[in-house]
């Protein structure tokens, strides 16, 4: 099977490293970005199957980034899943409204990481 690329657009590289502990074993393959703008340029040269961003980097707020990821070429039907600390109703209601398709919060566990991802790329992958 092959492996899919996520891209993770992340300053904490605790959590990154979390993330790409959970997904040991698994048919992903993690990408990481510190900055929003560098994220962007990931998204544009990796063309990944599904982003994770995190709202609060260090150059540009998460919702940028999405509006951003947006208007990349190919990037409209990618899935972004936000996984942040913010789990205030009004942050929710605006991803939604960028056409986030998840939100999660941090601490998150593997398992609910595991599957909201798996719900977005299995099919893909079973597809492919």
């Given amino acids: 099977m092959n492996m899919q690329r996520i891209l993770y657009i992340e300053d904490n590289m605790l959590n990154v490293q979390l993330v790409q502990k959970c997904l040991e074993n698994s048919p992903y393959q993690l990408i990481a ?9 990931f998204a544009a040269t990796h063309q990944p199957h599904l982003v994770m961003v995190d709202l609060n980097l260090p150059d540009m707020t998460g919702f ?20 942040t600390a913010d789990s205030s109703e009004k942050s929710m209601r605006r991803v939604e409204s960028l ?10 566990s593997r398992r609910l990481l595991l599957r909201k991802l798996d719900s977005f790329l299995l099919p893909v992958a079973i597809a492919l």
Wanted: hydrophobic share 40%; aromatic share 6%.
């Fill in 64 to 83: 940028d980034v999405i509006a951003h990821l947006r208007q990349l070429p190919g990037m409209g039907n990618i899935p972004i899943i936000i996984l």
């Fill in 99 to 108: 056409g986030c398709e998840g939100y999660l919060t941090k601490p998150v």
């Fill in 33 to 41: 970005a510190q900055y929003g703008e560098e994220g962007i340029q």
